[in-house]
Nanobody
């Protein structure tokens, strides 16, 4: 069974940093795009950033130059490093990936990680 398992996150003061990791486990052929989303209370999930299999990465304007996505294809992991965090970054963060099992591509979500930015 394919899973995305997240770790990290928590409480940080404004201006601080946090890193969330996401690891894919199970039996699969390949992983395509790996993304980070976040969800504010009462809102839909929004895309924070995306990295392709070859490492092309894009970010939402709200996090550009503060957040960095890095990917390790050998370890099937993706990291979200968040710097200069602001209270408005408080949300539940989810990793998301397109994963190929045999000939079928499907999408998978991590379990979500709470990030709270508060003094």
């Amino acid at each position: 069974q394919v899973q995305l398992v997240q770790s990290g996150g928590g409480l940080v003061q404004p201006g601080g940093s946090l890193t969330i990791s996401c690891a894919a486990s199970g039996s699969f052929v390949a992983i395509g795009n790996m993304d980070w989303y976040r969800q504010f209370p009462g809102k839909s999930r929004e895309l924070v950033g995306r990295t392709t299999h070859v490492g092309i990465t894009t970010y939402a304007d709200s996090v550009k130059n503060r957040f960095t996505i890095s990917r390790d294809n050998a370890a099937n992991t993706v990291l979200l490093k968040m710097n200069d965090l602001k209270p408005e970054d408080t949300a539940v963060y989810y990793c998301h990936a397109i994963i190929r099992i045999n000939t079928v591509f499907d999408e998978y979500w991590g379990q979500g990680t709470q990030v709270t930015v508060s003094s």
